[in-house]
């Protein structure tokens, strides 16, 4: 690692005391996920209570003056609705979402399956901004065709953001959606995402924009271009990978409790695929604890980890120059992702409300779930950005926005980040949290297939001290991170008028 300011492993006692928590998810209305009734989810007080942000509430920073745009595929048919009900119960402010069509006026119809998985990463994406900055105004892009993999639906999503670029100037942009570059042909590669895709990213950086995505959820692979397998070589996800985007990784946060499973993935598998009535361990066993726990986002039981890797695409940046030899190695002179992590666990998830309905997909009534991914870390960040636009603003007297975060990110000391290293969990501490790679077993793959198991092992990578290519830098300390991030915005503004 490079002798500059990176973190030092993270310790618990440099986090707030949290209530215990024993019981696991229950939603407002006192239902549960029924699919896996142990796992634990967070609403937005305990969530901001794990990280820090209720303090920065508590000093006025709500996002006052920001302005947050989330990139959809299809979007919500309910989304404004649904967003108040959020807001309702949690004791959040209203606020109208402002729309962006750039295929014209769209309701979402509901009759497949990822028009119903857009509905829910829409809802996600809108309340949890507004639950980390809840005086934020919230843009939402809405296309009426599906990104999958490749190039597919990308055109459309970058015409909705050229338009937010010229009508939202400062504003924060978070993408909750990617796919391995692996999946691009050579042309797509040069003629967009190297050329009129990385042209409307930088214009929007010229915008002061500040521009966030998710790393991925498939550790250091992802699916290939026929999505009929995972990839089985380490690959980068994009948009995340281009230099001007912040790729947002994933961890997993316990506060209040601490997972202690009893036996191994292997064993979990076993009587999975058994189809026992009742194991006899308990994989999402956990004991309270007022301690706040934090590792890479890897889940074996749910085959799903915090993406990470080396892009093919894109050379390293000059912000990046200065990670230390070990990581240099790796990167061979290309950019790595992701730069920072968020809360993206399934056992661990924040909880969204959604009253839409679908027969076709028999979804019968609203109802609140408990959701993980990477696709949460991201409008997470972007509501701490708000909060530092806030302050950035304040402090020089007009409304600005934070701009191109990477430079900054970067540029922050080893206190700003809680520093994510190996953990080993467990009744015996038998279950070693270390790297970001999916979970493999030759059994497991015959079973559920190869977009769900990789067709081989894919090695992850491992959590270090200082920067990997798990977690990034780590997650942000909020406090400190949110209030320095505004400062070197505002030394960044001071310079520049320098004679």
């Known amino acids: 690692m490079s002798a ?35 796992v634990h989810c967070y609403d937005p007080t305990h969530f901001l209570q794990a990280y820090g942000i209720d303090k920065l509430h508590k000093m006025g920073l709500t996002g006052k003056g920001q302005t947050i745009i989330l990139a959809e595929s299809f979007g919500s048919p309910t989304m404004q609705a649904d967003l108040d009900h959020f807001s309702d119960t949690f004791g959040l402010p209203h ?55 490749g190039l597919t639906g990308f055109p459309d999503l970058f015409a909705g953001i050229k338009t937010a670029v010229e009508q939202y100037p400062g504003a924060i942009l978070s993408m909750s959606y990617g796919t391995g570059e692996p999946t691009f042909t050579p042309d797509d590669v040069k003629n967009f995402l190297q050329g009129s895709f990385h042209q409307i990213f930088q214009d929007a950086v010229n915008a002061d924009m500040t521009l966030l995505a998710s790393s991925g959820d498939s550790g250091s692979t992802d699916l290939n271009a026929k999505m009929d397998a995972l990839i089985s070589t380490p690959n980068a996800s994009y948009p995340a990978s281009d230099p001007l985007v912040t790729s947002v990784g994933g961890t997993s946060v316990q506060a209040g409790w601490v ?89 661990g998830g924040v909880e969204t409300y959604q009253s839409y309905t679908s027969a076709s997909q028999g979804i019968t009534k609203p109802e609140w779930q408990n959701v993980g991914g990477t696709s949460c870390a991201s409008p997470e960040m972007a ?117």
């Not at 901004?129 to 065709?145: F, G, R, S, W, Y």
């Open 4 to 38: 500059q300011a990176f973190a030092r492993p993270y310790h618990r006692n440099m986090r707030p005391k949290v209530s215990p928590v024993a019981a696991a998810c229950t939603f407002p209305d006192g239902t549960s996920p029924s699919r896996h009734p142990g």
């Open 95 to 149: 606020t109208t979402i402002q729309f962006i069509y750039p295929n014209g006026p769209y309701v979402n119809p509901m009759e497949t399956d990822d028009q119903v998985g857009w509905a829910g990463e829409t809802t996600l994406d809108l309340e949890w901004a507004h639950a980390i900055a809840p005086d934020a105004t919230l843009v939402n892009i809405v296309t009426n065709n599906a990104e999958t993999v």
């Open 259 to 347: 997972w202690t499973p009893e036996g191994t993935a292997d064993d979990y598998w076993a009587c999975q695929l058994a189809h026992n009535d009742k194991c006899p361990t308990n994989f999402f066993n956990s004991i309270p604890t007022t301690s706040v726990l934090e590792t890479v986002w890897k889940e074996d039981w749910a085959v799903a980890a915090g993406g990470g890797g080396v892009s093919a695409i894109f050379d390293q940046p000059d912000y990046q120059l200065g990670l230390g030899e070990e990581i240099q190695q790796i990167a061979q002179g290309h950019r790595t992702v992701p730069d920072v992590s968020l809360n993206a666990a399934i056992n």
């Open 383 to 499: 509501g701490l950005i708000a909060l530092a636009g806030q302050r950035a603003s304040e402090t020089l007297g007009r409304t600005v926005g934070i701009g191109y975060l990477n430079p900054i990110l970067y540029s922050l000391s080893r206190g700003d980040f809680n520093d994510i290293v190996a953990q080993a969990l467990g009744t015996q501490k038998q279950v070693m949290i270390d790297n970001n790679g999916l979970y493999f077993s030759a059994t497991l793959l015959a079973a559920k297939g190869p977009t769900v198991v990789p067709p081989v092992a894919v090695p992850g990578y491992s959590t270090t001290p200082g920067y990997d290519l798990a977690t990034g830098r780590g997650s942000p300390r909020a406090v400190r991170f949110v209030l320095d991030v505004a400062d070197a915005r505002v030394a960044r503004e001071m310079f520049l008028k320098l004679p």
